[in-house]
Nanobody, 115 residues
C-alpha cells in the first residue's frame, strides 16, 4: 500500500506561481514513476507531467515551459512547480504512481487561477 498526500494548491492570479507537493508514504520514488494529473470541471482527467524512476520527465504540451516536475527521493516527495499560471490551469491536481501493478492516487489539491 502507498498513500499519496498532495499539498500546495490555492488561489492565484494569472501569471502567478504555485508549487505543489506530493508526499509518498513509502520510499518508492527511486523505483516508480511519479505523475501529476489534473481534472477541470466537466473535463476528463489529463496527464500534466511525469517523472520516471530514472529521472526522465515529460509534459503535456499545454504546460511545457511553464511547469516543472521534480522529486526529492530522501523526502519521498515529488513536486510540481507551476509558473505563468493561466485561468485554464484551474483544476484539481492529483498525484499518481503505479507500484507493483496497482495505481495509487492522492486526494487532490485545488488550484484556481483568476484572470
Amino acid at each position: 500500500q502507498v498513500q499519496l498526500v498532495e499539498s500546495g494548491g490555492g488561489l492565484v492570479q494569472a501569471g502567478g506561481s504555485l508549487r505543489l507537493s506530493c508526499a509518498a508514504s513509502r520510499n518508492i520514488l527511486s523505483i516508480a514513476a511519479m505523475a501529476w494529473y489534473r481534472q477541470a470541471p466537466g473535463k476528463q482527467r489529463e496527464l500534466v507531467a511525469i517523472c520516471t524512476a530514472g529521472g526522465s520527465t515529460n509534459y503535456a504540451d499545454s504546460v511545457k515551459g511553464r511547469f516543472t516536475i521534480s522529486r526529492d527521493n530522501a523526502k519521498n516527495t515529488v513536486y510540481l512547480q507551476m509558473n505563468s499560471l493561466k485561468p485554464e490551469d484551474t483544476a484539481v491536481y492529483y498525484c499518481n504512481t503505479d507500484y507493483i501493478r496497482r495505481s495509487y492516487w492522492g486526494q487532490g489539491t485545488q488550484v484556481t487561477v483568476t484572470s
